[in-house]
C-alpha cells in the first residue's frame, strides 16, 4: 500500500473493515483513536531501545530508519507503516527512525491496535508476515545479487554439504587422471591434446553440474599438460601469466567499476523507479508485457538489474490487470541477457569483448559491434517477445492453460507455487530520474571522453564508468538518499559482488591460453583444409557445437573463452566473414543457456516472481528450441551469402 495517504479507503483496506454500517460505525471510531502528528527533518518520531507503545503510519513525507549505530538502513515513503514489532513482540525498539523533511505520520497506541487486532485476526498475519519480510529482506537482497552471474553455483546439488568419501573418491579420480596423461601422453605429439582438457571439462560438468569447480580442473588439467612442472606450479605459472595481461586487467577493472554502478543504482531504488509510473498508467495486460520490456530495455546494463527492474516494476500492474505469472516469467527468462547483448557497456558486453581483443590485437570493441547484426539468436528473440507483448506469437499449451485459468477468475500463479512466495515492501522507493540520469551518462560520457580530450572517436567504457561513479556520488548524496560513507560502502560492495565473475573470467581466458599453447590454433588450421568444400556451412557448424556446448556446461562463459579463438582463426583461414562466425558464436552462448534444463536462470526467476522453478523451464523451452533452429537456418543462409 506504499505510495498512498492515509485516507479512509486506506484504513479500511488494511484492516479489512467490511463494507455497512458496522464497519462504518468501526471506520469512524478507528480514525478517533489515531493522532495526526508533524516531524521537522532530523527529529526523531521513535527511538532505538525505547518501549513499543505504538505503531505509526506515514500519511506524507519520508522517513529514514537508523540502526544502532546510527547507519542509515531503510527509508519510509507515504502509505508504508512502522513500529508494529515492538508492539507484537512485546520487546523494546530495534531502530530509529527520524524523519527526512517535513513528515507527517498518524500514532496508533498499542491497546487501540491490539484491539482492533483482536477483531480482524488476518491483519495480525500479515503484518507478522511482513516482520518476517522485513528481517530476512538483506539476506535475500545479498543472495539475489550475488546469483544472477554466479548462478553457477546455485545448481541444488551445490546447496548440500558433500560426503567426506565421495570428495575422497573424486579426488582420487583426478588424481589418477592427472598421473595417467603425464605417463602416456607424450609431449611434441601430433595429436590434438587440447581435447583432454576439453574432454574433462565436458565430462565432469555432466557428472556433478558444477561449472566453476569443473573449469578449474580444467584448467589445472591443461597446465600440468602444457608446462609439465607439478599441479601448483603449473597453476599458478599459467594464471599469473593470465593476471598480468595487460587486456585482462582493463576488463577485470570494468567489470569491477560495473559492479559498483550496478550495486549504487539497486541502492537508490531502481528495482521500483518505474513502479508507480506503471500502476498509474498500464491499463491492459498488453500495456503491462510493453512496460515490462521497455524498462528492461532501459536498464540493460546489466541482467541482474533490468531483471530485477522489469519484475520489481510491473508486479503490481500485473497483479490489477490480471497477467499471468507465466505471462511474466517467460519475459524475463529471455530478455535480460539477450537485451544486455545489444549493449557494449553491459556487464555481458564487456566480458564477451574481453573474450575477444586477445585474438585480434585489441580490436575487440570494433568487431564487437560488427558481429552484433549477426547474433541472430538475440534479434529472433527480441521479434518473438515483442510479438508475444501483442498477443501475436503462436503459445504454448501451458501459455494457454495459464491465460485461461486466469480468464476463469483462478489465481494468477500456477498450483504449487505457494511455498515460493514471499511478497514484501521494497526497501527503497526509487526515482526515475535517479535511474535513468546515470545510464544516460555512463553512454555519453564513454562515447564523448575519448573525443573531447584526445580527439579519437572511440568508446572507453572505463573512462566513462569512473565519470559516471563520480557524477552518481553528487547525485545521491545531494538528495540524501545516502550519506558519502554509504555511498563508498554500496561502491565497495559492488566490488565485492563482481569477485566471481572475475575469477571467472581470468580463469576462461587462463584456460583459452592454455589450449592455444597446446596448438590448437594449428589443429583447427589443418582442420579447415579438410573441410574446405563445406566452409558455407562454417557459421551454422560454429553456432550448433557452441549452443550444444554452453547447454552441457550450463553457462556461456567458459565456452566463449574456446569459441571466439577457433571462430576467428578458422573465419580468416578460409576467408568467411569473421563479425559473421563471431556473431554466431555470442548467439550460440545465450542459445546454449536458455536450452539448458539445469541452469540457474528458472531457481532466479521462480524466485523473483514467487513461482516454480520447474515451471519456468518448461515454459521456456519450447521457444528456446524454436528461436535456436531459426537461428540455425539462418546461419546456413548466411554462410553462403555474407563474404
Known amino acids: 500500500m506504499a505510495g498512498q495517504r492515509i485516507d479512509n479507503a486506506y484504513l479500511r483496506s488494511f ?42 503510519f506515514l500519511d506524507s513525507g519520508a522517513a529514514v530508519v537508523l540502526d544502532r549505530d546510527g547507519q542509515q538502513i531503510n527509508v519510509m515513503h507515504e502509505g508504508q507503516y512502522f513500529g508494529e514489532y515492538a508492539v507484537l513482540s512485546g520487546q523494546r525498539r530495534l531502530s530509529t527512525v527520524r524523519a527526512y523533511g517535513t513528515a507527517v505520520v498518524y500514532r496508533l497506541g498499542k491497546d487501540d491496535m491490539l484491539e482492533v487486532l483482536l477483531k480482524h485476526p488476518a491483519v495480525y498475519g500479515d503484518m507478522m508476515k511482513s516482520v518476517y519480510a522485513q528481517v530476512t529482506r538483506k539476506h535475500k537482497e545479498l543472495l539475489k545479487l550475488s546469483r544472477m552471474h554466479r548462478g553457477i553455483l546455485q545448481h541444488p546439488k551445490n546447496q548440500s554439504p558433500r560426503k567426506p568419501l565421495g570428495i575422497l573418491l573424486r579426488c582420487a579420480s583426478l588424481a589418477a587422471v592427472f598421473v595417467l596423461s603425464l605417463l602416456f601422453v607424450p609431449t611434441g605429439t601430433a595429436i590434438p591434446v587440447f581435447l583432454l582438457p576439453l574432454l574433462l571439462m565436458l ?11 569443473a573449469l578449474v580442473v580444467a584448467v589445472i588439467y591443461a597446465a600440468l599438460l602444457t608446462l609439465r612442472s607439478g599441479l601448483s606450479v603449473s597453476f599458478t605459472d599459467a594464471f599469473l601469466e593470465t593476471v598480468g595481461d595487460f587486456d585482462n586487467l582493463k576488463t577485470v577493472f570494468i567489470m569491477f567499476l560495473i559492479g559498483s554502478f550496478v550495486t549504487l543504482i539497486e541502492a537508490s531504488g531502481a528495482v521500483t523507479a518505474f513502479k508507480k509510473l506503471v500502476d498509474r498508467k498500464v491499463a491492459s495486460p498488453r500495456g503491462v508485457r510493453l512496460s515490462m ?27 490489477a490487470q490480471r497477467v499471468s505469472c ?35 590485437d585489441r580490436a575487440g570493441l570494433s568487431l564487437f559491434l560488427r558481429a552484433m547484426p549477426f547474433n541472430f539468436f538475440s534479434i529472433i528473440t527480441v521479434l518473438g517477445i515483442l510479438l508475444f507483448c501483442f498477443g501475436r506469437l503462436p503459445l504454448t499449451r501451458r501459455l494457454k492453460d495459464a491465460r485461461k485459468r486466469v480468464a476463469e477468475g483462478g489465481t494468477l500463479w500456477p498450483d504449487g507455487s505457494e511455498r515460493y512466495q514471499n511478497a514484501e515492501e521494497p526497501a527503497v522507493w526509487g526515482r526515475i530520474g535517479n535511474l535513468l540520469l546515470p545510464v544516460v551518462f555512463l553512454a555519453l560520457s564513454s562515447l564523448l571522453l575519448r573525443l573531447v580530450f584526445s580527439h579519437m572517436l572511440l568508446i572507453d567504457s572505463a573512462c566513462g564508468l569512473v565519470a559516471t561513479l563520480i557524477f552518481m556520488f553528487v547525485l545521491y548524496c545531494s538528495q540524501g538518499l545516502m550519506s558519502p560513507e554509504q555511498f563508498w560502502e554500496h561502491l565497495i560492495g559492488g566490488i565485492q559482488d563482481m569477485v566471481l565473475p572475475i575469477v571467472l573470467y581470468l580463469l576462461t581466458m587462463c584456460f583459452s591460453a592454455l589450449l592455444d599453447r597446446q596448438a590448437m590454433g594449428i589443429y583447427f588450421d589443418d582442420l579447415v583444409l579438410v573441410l574446405e568444400p563445406v566452409i558455407p556451412l562454417l557459421p551454422a557448424a560454429l553456432f550448433l557445437i557452441s549452443t550444444l556446448f554452453a547447454m552441457a556446461l550450463g553457462s556461456s562463459w567458459a565456452m566463449y573463452a574456446i569459441g571466439f579463438p577457433v571462430a576467428i582463426r578458422m573465419a580468416s583461414a578460409v576467408g568467411i566473414s569473421i563479425p559473421l562466425c563471431v556473431g554466431a558464436v555470442c548467439a550460440a552462448g545465450i542459445a546454449g543457456e536458455l536450452c539448458c534444463v539445469y541452469g540457474s536462470s528458472s531457481l532466479l526467476i521462480g524466485e523473483e516472481l514467487g ?33
Not at 565430462?203 to 569447480?213: C, H, I, N
Not at 519475459?331 to 557494449?344: A, D, E, G, I
Open 15 to 56: 484492516f479489512r473493515i467490511p463494507q455497512g454500517p458496522d464497519g462504518d460505525a468501526e471506520l469512524e471510531a478507528l480514525c478517533g483513536k489515531l493522532t495526526r502528528i508533524k516531524y521537522r527533518h532530523g527529529q526523531e518520531i521513535c527511538s532505538i531501545d525505547s518501549e513499543g507503545d505504538c505503531m505509526f
Open 203 to 213: 565430462v565432469y560438468v555432466l557428472l556433478t553440474r558444477q561449472t566453476l569447480e
Open 326 to 360: 507465466e505471462d511474466r516469467a517467460l519475459m524475463l527468462s529471455f530478455l535480460p541477457t539477450v537485451l544486455c547483448s545489444f549493449v557494449p557497456i553491459s556487464l555481458w558486453g564487456i566480458f564477451v569483448i574481453g573474450s575477444i581483443t586477445p585474438n585480434v
Open 293 to 319: 520490456f521497455g524498462i528492461m530495455a532501459v536498464t540493460s546494463i546489466d541482467d541482474c538489474l533490468n531483471s530485477l527492474c522489469g519484475s520489481g516494476s510491473t508486479s503490481g500492474a500485473a497483479e
Open 611 to 643: 513461482c516454480d522453478p520447474r515451471v519456468v523451464t518448461k515454459l521456456r523451452l519450447p521457444y528456446a528450441v524454436a528461436f535456436s533452429l531459426i537461428s540455425l537456418l539462418l546461419y546456413i543462409l548466411a554462410g553462403f551469402i555474407v563474404l
